[in-house]
């Protein structure tokens, strides 16, 4: 072999090894993306089963009539309330991380579709009456300004979906691990 045939190998084969770390790289990205997502939708998980946001759920459920009336708002405890606005607060930050394409868009729809079915037009109305408490307290609040504007993003994309037509248990119910 004489010199020239070996530099032309040398450079084959150190085109090959940055072709194979290339690819070993783009491997390692995709993969890291795919933990990121699991991780990011455990948390969302534990954040949807907290017993402060399942409160806050039950009340918006049972106790949060849909013509209530700031009035009526007052009688409500300070944890109730509390509790309420754990879940907008929930909810917001996962639109601010749905939008910032931290989360997937289709595992919070998972989540949240049905809980915009079952609570998305009081929640609307929470949102509306502590909008209304703010302005209310806050001299300086501004109009473009509001409070909870990334929760009711969230629920008009759930909105936008189809409707859940078939539920989950049903429609994956010949799914084996």
Same mark, same amino acid.
């Given at each position: 072999?004489n010199l020239e045939n ?12 940055i072709l194979g770390t ?36 039950? %009340? ?5 009539? &849909? !013509?209530?009336?700031?009035? #009526? ?8 309330? *509390? ?52 302005? %209310? ?5 501004? &109009? !473009?300004?509001?409070?909870? #504007? ?8 759930? *909105? ?18």
């Open positions: 072999m070996a530099a032309n190998l040398g450079d084959l084969l150190g085109g090959m090894a290339l690819i070993f790289g783009v491997r390692q990205i995709v993969e890291l993306k795919k933990t990121k997502e699991k991780e990011a939708a455990r948390e969302l998980a534990n954040i949807f089963s907290s017993p402060m946001y399942q409160t806050g759920m039950s %009340l918006f459920l049972n106790k949060f009539p &849909d !013509d209530i009336t700031m009035e #009526d708002a007052a009688n409500f405890t300070r944890s109730e309330l *509390d509790a309420m606005s754990y879940t907008a607060y929930n909810i917001n930050s996962v639109a601010i991380m749905t939008f910032g394409r931290q989360l997937s868009f289709t595992t919070v729809a998972k989540f949240m579709q049905p809980v915009n079915i079952i609570i998305g037009k009081r929640l609307r109305i929470f949102i509306a009456l502590v909008r209304e408490n703010a302005k %209310l307290r806050i001299e300086m609040m501004q &109009d !473009d300004y509001e409070i909870f #504007d990334w929760t009711i993003w969230l629920l008009d994309r759930m *909105d936008e979906l189809p409707p859940i037509e078939t539920p989950a248990n049903i429609l994956y119910s010949d799914w084996k691990p």
